[in-house]
């Protein structure tokens, strides 16, 4: 890139796209973002975001990450209507049965997902230097006399020293890159078939609900669900399957969520209004794509978020590692004094290591005819030897794995010496009785029903 703060054109108003933007306009560079839908009126779900109508969280990286570039986004988040839950006080029912509630862990921002963005994006174009092309479909890549131009079908192309693709899962990054005679390489791909569907809900007397409840799939019991508070005094009510379990348009969600493992979201369900119709996604599988591996890879030219790596939604990872990747583009565009944007490609796709090794790793276990590896396997084993210990109350376990699920810490605090001596004990004695479901459960759904 040349020495003078290159401009920059992003591919997508995705959360990646805009955060991307955010980073760049922080290190001083003009900033277009090019976005295939129209973005008027108020916020609603868009084309552009198949899965605009699940549920979302901001996990606590995602959010500290977002926050260094735009600082007081949580405040912002609160103002508009965003609810905040302790991870530790929100009733989750593993393969083990109830966690406790009584260890605090960090907090999450609960809200719909076209509020999120909408908020965001407002943020970010008010940076000074950053612009806006709604209604934009972009056809393809040319080289410019050392610099780029971006293919617009409809307007004026766009010229850039760099170019962001933040399109998502449908980037068609590979083809382009196909048209200026560059190899591309098969991404990686895990796809166990999981689908969900969601409804909105409110309490029937108006109460706003504040808290929810997590029923967690196992290989054995392939459905589960979830309900999330969001804006507006909502709760957010989604039911998951695999495979032949997944849910369909005309679900009875109440009887799906009833006849889970655990029908504490079913009795939820049915106690509360409807608001509006069931939304059905089913593009959950993770797919990892090789961009910078290669020596070929072209200088200018970065890939980010879904468009490099999408991972299954149910684990709530993607918008936080776009948060990362972000973060790192703006440490690199603050120091960088030309040279090839092929390393930073690679970080980005670094960025991703921990939480594709999270998400492939549970997915993979409810593919059929595969045989995991015997280092799979133990993991596997030992990270349920650890829900067991969490379940039955020990403090460190619930640490590590909420440091884990937010992107914290490191698998390596799974292997503490604690731990292992705690599991050794907890196999020596009695057999634990389950736990009873929890106060905070008790508490939501007499909430819901009045």
């Given at each position: 890139m040349p020495a003078a703060h290159p401009t920059v054109v992003v591919v997508g108003a995705s959360l990646?796209?805009?955060?991307?933007?955010?980073?760049?306009?922080?290190?001083?560079?003009?900033?277009?973002?090019?976005?295939?839908?129209?973005?008027t009126g108020p916020p609603g779900p868009r084309r552009g975001v198949a899965q605009g109508a699940q549920p979302h969280v901001l996990l606590h990286r995602?959010?500290?990450?977002?926050?260094?570039?735009?600082?007081?986004?949580?405040?912002?988040?609160?103002?508009?209507?965003a609810v905040r839950v302790d991870t530790g006080r929100l009733p989750w029912f593993g393969p083990a049965g109830w966690q406790p509630t009584d260890v605090p862990s960090y907090a999450?921002?609960?809200?719909?997902?076209?509020?999120?963005?909408?908020?965001?994006?407002?943020?970010?174009?008010?940076?000074?230097?950053?612009?806006?092309?709604?209604?934009?479909?972009?056809?393809?890549?040319?080289?410019?006399?050392?610099?780029?131009?971006?293919?617009?079908?409809?307007?004026?192309d766009e010229e850039a020293d760099l170019v962001v693709d933040a399109s998502g899962r449908g980037s068609r990054l590979p083809t382009w890159l196909a048209a200026l005679g560059l190899a591309?390489?098969?991404?990686?791909?895990?796809?166990?078939?999981?689908?969900?569907?969601s409804r909105l809900y409110r309490a029937r007397d108006g109460h706003p609900l504040t808290n929810g409840a997590v029923v967690q799939s196992t290989t054995d019991s392939p459905r589960g669900g979830l309900a999330l508070p969001v804006e507006d005094g909502g709760l957010l009510v989604l039911a998951c399957g695999y495979g032949e379990h997944r849910p369909d348009r005309d679900v009875d969600l109440v009887a799906y969520?009833?006849?889970?493992?655990?029908?504490?979201?079913?009795?939820?369900?049915?106690?509360?209004?409807?608001?509006?119709?069931?939304?059905?996604?089913?593009q959950t599988g993770n797919r990892r794509h090789q961009h910078g591996r290669r020596r070929d890879w072209p200088d200018g030219l970065l890939a980010v978020g879904d468009a490099l790596c999408a991972f299954n939604p149910v684990y709530g990872q993607g918008i936080t590692v776009a948060a990362i990747q972000a973060r790192l583009l703006g440490e690199a565009l603050r120091r960088r004094r030309g040279g090839s944007t092929?390393?930073?490609?690679?970080?980005?796709?670094?960025?991703?290591?921990?939480?594709?090794?999270?998400?492939?790793?549970?997915?993979?276990?409810?593919?059929?005819?595969?045989?995991?590896?015997?280092?799979?396997?133990?993991?596997?084993?030992?990270?349920?030897e650890v829900g067991n210990l969490a379940v039955a109350g020990d403090r460190r376990a619930l640490v590590a794995l909420g440091r884990?699920?937010?992107?914290?810490?490191?698998?390596?605090?799974?292997?503490?010496?604690?731990?292992?001596?705690?599991?050794?004990?907890?196999?020596?004695?009695?057999?634990?009785?389950?736990?009873?479901?929890?106060?905070?459960?008790?508490?939501?759904l007499t909430a819901a029903h009045g």
């Open positions: 990646a796209g805009l955060l991307a933007a955010a980073a760049a306009a922080r290190a001083g560079h003009p900033v277009t973002v090019l976005e295939r839908d129209a973005l995602g959010l500290a990450e977002a926050t260094t570039l735009l600082p007081g986004l949580g405040e912002d988040l609160l103002a508009a209507g999450v921002l609960s809200l719909t997902r076209p509020l999120l963005e909408h908020v965001v994006r407002e943020r970010v174009l008010a940076l000074p230097g950053v612009g806006l092309r709604g209604g934009c479909r972009v056809r393809g890549l040319e080289r410019a006399g050392g610099r780029w131009r971006v293919l617009v079908e409809d307007g004026p591309v390489e098969e991404p990686e791909t895990v796809d166990a078939g999981l689908g969900y569907a969520l009833g006849g889970l493992r655990e029908p504490a979201l079913g009795e939820l369900t049915a106690g509360l209004e409807p608001v509006g119709e069931v939304a059905v996604h089913r092929r390393r930073l490609q690679r970080r980005l796709r670094a960025a991703a290591d921990l939480p594709w090794a999270v998400a492939t790793g549970e997915d993979r276990r409810y593919l059929d005819g595969t045989t995991p590896s015997p280092a799979a396997r133990l993991v596997g084993a030992w990270t349920t884990l699920y937010h992107l914290m810490g490191s698998p390596l605090e799974l292997a503490h010496p604690a731990l292992l001596l705690a599991a050794a004990r907890r196999r020596r004695g009695p057999a634990q009785p389950s736990a009873p479901r929890p106060p905070e459960l008790e508490a939501l």
